[in-house]
């Protein structure tokens, strides 16, 4: 039987404090990470994604104290990225409550790392960033860091062939922020055994059910949009087909 997919709802943290980010340039606070995240939790995502977005910018390490509060007050399993950039880190962070880490930086800074990680907590526990775009045909890889894009073939990549990470959080940097304007031609970008998280510029469910249709797409992000609107998140999951998505409800037998 295949599995469901799943809606993923992101907190960006900047500065100790939850803001929106529109193309990776901009941002508007938001408030307090803990209370956006218990509202997540209250609302029944399948999943809180929380970046802290200038850690590893400031060489700093990643908010552990930040992150046991949030996982003190919600049981949706929590996947953190943000200032990782060894195996203390990684552990660290798991052991404040994260059931999953989330990699940028220090796959194309050590690679030989991520391989470390894996065997440590297990590669279901991985997710690898990637902010792309698209130019001219083809797929690029944006450093945040030094805010240059560099042409990538996701298909020759080392870490394609060793599965050391479950699942891609795949970012479109360029129209995160913007409603409705996620390139969904990335995916064909990637190998069909890659499994995918879908995330920037996603707003309605005609575009999340679109991105469902992918074999590859196992959940879809959505960061800004949550705050505009009450009831959000709920109307999307009203509008999308109940055979795509993950049951909430745990049986027990």
Same mark, same amino acid.
């Given at each position: 039987?295949?599995?469901?997919? !799943?809606?993923?709802?992101?907190?960006?943290?900047?500065?100790? +404090?939850?803001?929106?980010?529109?193309?990776? /340039?901009?941002?508007?606070?938001?408030?307090?990470?803990?209370?956006?995240?218990?509202?997540?939790?209250?609302?029944?995502?399948?999943? =809180?994604?929380?970046?802290?977005?200038?850690? *590893?910018?400031?060489?700093?390490?990643?908010? #552990?104290? #930040? #992150?046991?509060?949030?996982?003190? !007050?919600?049981? *949706?399993?929590?996947?953190?990225?943000?200032?990782?950039?060894?195996?203390?880190?990684?552990?660290?962070?798991?052991?404040?409550?994260?059931?999953?880490?989330?990699?940028?930086?220090?796959?194309?800074?050590?690679?030989?790392?991520?391989?470390?990680?894996?065997?440590?907590?297990?590669?279901?526990?991985?997710?690898?960033?990637?902010?792309?775009?698209?130019? /001219?045909?083809?797929?690029?890889?944006?450093?945040?860091?030094?805010?240059?894009?560099?042409?990538?073939?996701?298909?020759?990549?080392?870490?394609?062939?060793?599965?050391?990470?479950?699942?891609?959080?795949? +970012?479109?940097?360029?129209?995160?922020?913007?409603?409705?304007?996620?390139?969904?031609?990335?995916?064909?970008?990637?190998?069909?055994? +890659?499994?995918?998280?879908?995330?920037?510029? =996603?707003?309605?469910?005609?575009?999340?059910? !679109?991105?469902?249709?992918?074999?590859?797409?196992?959940?879809?992000?959505?960061? /800004?949009?949550?705050?505009?609107?009450?009831? %959000?998140?709920?109307?999307?999951?009203?509008?999308?087909?109940?055979? #795509?998505? !993950?049951?909430?409800?745990?049986?027990? %037998?």
């Amino acid at each position: 039987m295949a599995f469901k997919k !799943r809606l993923v709802a992101s907190i960006l943290v900047k500065d100790g +404090i939850a803001v929106q980010s529109f193309g990776y /340039n901009e941002y508007l606070p938001l408030g307090n990470p803990v209370i956006l995240a218990e509202n997540l939790d209250r609302w029944g995502v399948d999943e =809180i994604v929380i970046l802290s977005i200038d850690s *590893t910018k400031k060489g700093i390490d990643p908010d #552990l104290h #930040l #992150l046991s509060e949030i996982s003190k !007050r919600v049981n *949706t399993p929590i996947a953190y990225g943000g200032g990782i950039k060894n195996l203390k880190n990684v552990l660290d962070v798991i052991h404040s409550g994260a059931d999953r880490i989330i990699i940028d930086q220090l796959y194309f800074q050590n690679p030989s790392q991520i391989k470390m990680v894996s065997e440590s907590i297990g590669s279901q526990a991985v997710i690898l960033s990637m902010p792309c775009s698209i130019s /001219n045909g083809k797929i690029s890889h944006y450093n945040y860091i030094s805010k240059k894009s560099e042409v990538v073939d996701f298909h020759s990549l080392p870490f394609m062939k060793e599965y050391i990470a479950s699942e891609f959080l795949l +970012i479109d940097h360029l129209h995160e922020g913007k409603p409705n304007s996620f390139s969904e031609e990335m995916v064909k970008y990637f190998p069909n055994e +890659i499994s995918l998280i879908c995330f920037g510029g =996603i707003s309605n469910s005609q575009q999340v059910e !679109r991105l469902f249709q992918n074999q590859n797409v196992v959940g879809v992000c959505i960061g /800004n949009f949550l705050n505009y609107k009450e009831h %959000y998140f709920q109307n999307i999951k009203l509008e999308l087909s109940s055979s #795509l998505l !993950r049951n909430p409800v745990f049986e027990s %037998y």
